[in-house]
């Protein structure tokens, strides 16, 4: 909160008292240990740099894998269980 004077000649002045004791902070004691920095890498920033591991794109067999899913022959039953079993490997 701030007060202001009749006709602000001095600015906002505090609610406390102006000359009251000053709190002198403690000097460091020079045995204390020695403030360190510490980095903590989220898990959404080890996603982020495994997306940047990725190999490259095998045009060859994307080509394979898309007529594979326009003549209806590449989701087998045989597939679709290796692929759940992969996921709940990764996610359990």
């Given at each position: 909160?701030?007060?202001?004077?009749?006709?602000?000649?001095?600015?906002?002045?505090?609610?406390?008292?102006?000359?009251?004791?000053?709190?002198s902070k403690p000097a460091p004691r020079p045995d204390s240990t020695p403030?360190?920095?510490?980095?903590?890498?989220?898990?959404?920033?080890?996603?982020?740099?495994?997306?940047?591991?990725?190999?490259?794109?095998?045009?060859?067999?994307?080509?394979?894998?898309?007529?594979?899913?326009?003549?209806?022959?590449?989701?087998?039953?045989?597939?679709?269980?290796?692929?759940?079993?992969?996921?709940?490997?990764?996610?359990?």
């Open positions: 909160m701030h007060i202001f004077g009749p006709a602000h000649l001095h600015g906002p002045q505090s609610v406390g008292p102006p000359h009251g004791p000053q709190a403030i360190t920095d510490e980095v903590e890498i989220s898990d959404a920033a080890r996603m982020v740099e495994q997306t940047n591991n990725v190999p490259e794109i095998r045009q060859d067999r994307v080509d394979a894998i898309r007529a594979q899913i326009a003549e209806g022959t590449y989701e087998t039953p045989e597939k679709l269980d290796v692929a759940v079993e992969r996921l709940l490997d990764e996610i359990g």
